[in-house]
């Protein structure tokens, strides 16, 4: 197995994630003061579309009264053993699914970007809510798929990913075929060994789901020998990468997707590729 670390910080990640508007939640509307959201709004972070979310997967959620402030989770809020924290220094809010508080990435009166629990199981009814200054927002009811593949964003429709070196993939610094790109992405499921609830993971674990993974360009799969590597990204809670080894065929500037167990990341995303 070739591994390439992560070299690519993401705090920028965790606080713009996707692209769509906000949806908006149909009335009534909670009292005054209270966490204010519904289903619709309740996305995966890559994507931006709602119930798509599985384990272990970046979930953001848009609304009013969140939080009354805007806090953003760093690395002196671990634990000395990678601990990660249930609620971020400063603020009164927490995100409850099935009762349990989970791991907040940032915090804002409009925005909460969240860590999915890896050890929840799939097709269960969770539910769901937001407390803030010890005022509960609506309870809702969710259902996690087994994968829900997503790719980070650098724009609306271009795909995050960078060079072995670590420098990001650019229209001034593309990819070309036959080289190797890393990408980056969220909910793509279990992993072998399994994440463990609560904690960074420290090494490279491949997904449980491997044989059944696959890259599309333009549609396309690429062989099998090509992704070398897809799994958790080692030291970044809930993210994943994958090594692509780019066909020498690949076509300027593909469209690429992800296919995970039964499931696709959304079309019309592209891979900054030039010959």
Not at 42 to 62: E, F, I, K, R, W
Request: with cysteine; proline share 13%; hydrophobic share 40%.
């Amino acid at each position: 197995m070739e591994f390439y670390p992560a070299k690519i910080f993401y705090p920028a990640i965790i606080i713009w994630c996707g692209v769509a508007a906000m949806a908006q939640c149909p009335p009534p509307s909670p009292p005054p003061g209270f966490p204010s959201y519904c289903a619709a709004t309740v996305v995966n972070s890559a994507s931006s579309l709602p119930g798509a979310l599985a384990p272990n997967t970046m979930v953001t959620v848009y609304g009013q009264n969140l939080s009354t402030n805007t806090q953003t989770l760093t690395a002196a809020d671990l634990s000395a053993d990678g601990t990660l924290p249930t609620e971020l220094p400063g603020t009164d809010t927490q995100v409850l699914v099935a009762n349990m508080a989970a791991t907040p990435y940032y915090i804002s009166p409009t925005q909460i970007n969240f860590l999915m629990p890896p050890n929840y199981t799939p097709g269960k009814n969770l539910s769901f809510s937001v407390v803030t200054g010890g005022r509960a927002g609506p309870l809702l009811s969710i259902v996690l798929r087994e994968t829900a593949p997503a790719l980070f964003l650098l724009d609306a429709q271009t795909v995050v990913a960078t060079h072995v070196d670590g420098s990001v993939v650019t229209t001034a610094n593309p990819a070309r075929p036959g080289g190797i790109v890393i990408l980056y992405a969220t909910g793509l499921g279990p992993t072998n060994p399994p994440i463990v609830p609560g904690r960074i993971p420290t090494t490279a674990a491949p997904l449980v789901s491997a044989s059944d993974f696959e890259v599309l360009l333009d549609g396309q799969a690429v062989p099998p020998e090509n992704v070398p590597y897809a799994g958790v990204a080692p030291l970044f809670a809930g993210l994943y990468q994958i090594n692509l080894s780019l066909p020498a065929s690949t076509a300027p500037n593909p469209e690429i997707r992800l296919a995970c167990a039964g499931q696709i990341s959304p079309a019309q995303i592209y891979l900054t590729v030039q010959p």
